[in-house]
């Protein structure tokens, strides 16, 4: 249940970095499949790092969906960060 959260909050993590930061959105699509896989990548790095019990355990209790939930939605809008700041610096 958890890598499903996470990667819903990736999503809305990518889309909400890209209205944020309109200079480095790549179009709704765009921001949500950066977003799904930054949130999948953030709740992997977070249970690499030892947090296991709050994101990606397994775990259905609420520290756990809300720890999804953060790790899904930063992940989301750091990797939609780098990727845009890549794109826009290619693009020079």
Do not use: C
Not at 9 to 23: D, E, I, S
Not at 42 to 68: P, V
Request: proline letters at 2%; hydrophobic letters at 50%; aromatic letters at 2%.
């Amino acid at each position: 249940m958890e890598p499903i959260i996470s990667l819903i909050a990736g999503a809305l993590g990518g889309n909400g970095a890209g209205a944020v930061l309109k200079n480095l959105s790549l179009g709704p699509l765009g921001n949500s499949i950066v977003g799904i896989l930054g949130g999948g990548l953030g709740s992997q790095f977070l249970a690499m790092l030892g947090a296991g019990g709050m994101a990606g355990a397994g775990g259905t209790d609420l520290a756990s969906i809300i720890g999804s939930i953060a790790s899904g939605g930063v992940g989301g809008g750091v990797l939609l960060a780098i990727v845009g700041a890549i794109r826009s610096a290619m693009a020079k």
